[in-house]
């Protein structure tokens, strides 16, 4: 396993390591963000701003929709990372996209400065997610357009049942939770997109699974990514997550196992009125 630091309340290692799961989990979800750009509207030409961006790979995505006389910031709070995902940009050549540090509920934009503003697996990590949101609404254009996709770990599964995946299946909910996230966020950012005063609001699912490939090992690389994490919140011991590491990779070498990531709520809508008063959680 690999080292490196948790970055804030983040339950997943930041840093190099951090980067290295990114590139894998972009694997498993690029294609279904790819048309969830196209679905929602992202328009040529667009000035864009990714929320929690990470490695940059969806900020990467939005460069290539808008195309040059658009223009995409990513903003992440691991330092970081936010200079693995610079690197990466420079490397493909783009010169229309830009990353900064910054934190998603005090956004260092003007309001309105954006036609879209766009999240990947980022609310989920936060004890207020209303609070980004409302954040990602205010520095778009009235008329723009608030892209998320995020996630129901509900539904993980691995086929044929795996006792040692299910017990890692379980933990990591209970860290997340421990954490103040809610892994199961995505059936409610319907809800939420309205209560921070969208319009328009549609949503589409995506629920990536794999038999065989680098993607296939995602849970590995996140089992390896929490554990300085599971082992301070008193959740597993270090024996344990050393065995449930070994049976992961066993599953993910099985030809004949199938696993399957979180199902995907990808949920968009537009600015319309001033975002509405927040009256419950």
């Not at 951090?18 to 000035?47: F, H, I, N, P, Q």
């Not at 050549?93 to 005090?106: C, I, K, S, W, Y």
């Amino acid at each position: 396993m690999k080292s490196g630091s948790v970055v804030g309340g983040y339950m997943i290692r930041g840093g190099q390591a951090g980067k290295d799961r990114l590139d894998v989990l972009d694997l498993a979800y690029r294609d279904g963000t790819a048309e969830l750009l196209r679905r929602s509207g992202v328009a040529e030409s667009a000035r864009c701003v990714e929320v929690g961006a990470g490695g940059g790979h969806a900020s990467r995505q939005l460069a290539h929709a808008v195309g040059p006389l658009g223009r995409v910031v990513g903003v992440d709070i691991d330092p970081a990372i936010v200079d693995l995902a610079r690197r990466d940009a420079e490397a493909d050549g783009l010169d229309n996209v830009e990353f900064q540090t910054g934190d998603a509920v005090r956004l260092p934009f003007e309001d309105e400065h954006f036609d879209v503003a766009y999240a990947r697996l980022l609310l989920t990590h936060l004890p207020e997610p209303l609070d980004a949101l409302r954040e990602m609404v205010r520095v778009t254009r009235r008329g723009g357009l608030v892209v998320v996709e995020d996630l129901d770990w509900d539904g993980v599964f691995c086929h044929p049942p795996a006792a040692g995946f299910d017990r890692y299946r379980s933990i990591h909910a209970d860290l997340h939770r421990h954490r103040g996230g809610d892994p199961a966020i995505g059936p409610k950012l319907p809800g939420l997109f309205r209560r921070a005063g969208l319009t328009g609001i549609d949503l589409s699912l995506a629920h990536p699974a794999h038999v065989t490939g680098r993607a296939k090992t995602l849970h590995t690389l996140t089992l390896a990514n929490i554990a300085d994490a599971l082992l301070g919140a008193g959740l597993a011991e270090r024996d344990e997550i050393a065995a449930l590491h070994a049976e992961l990779e066993a599953l993910a070498a099985d030809p004949e196992t199938v696993i399957a990531q979180p199902r995907i709520f990808q949920v968009w809508g537009r600015r319309g009125a001033e975002p509405a008063e927040v009256t419950s959680r």
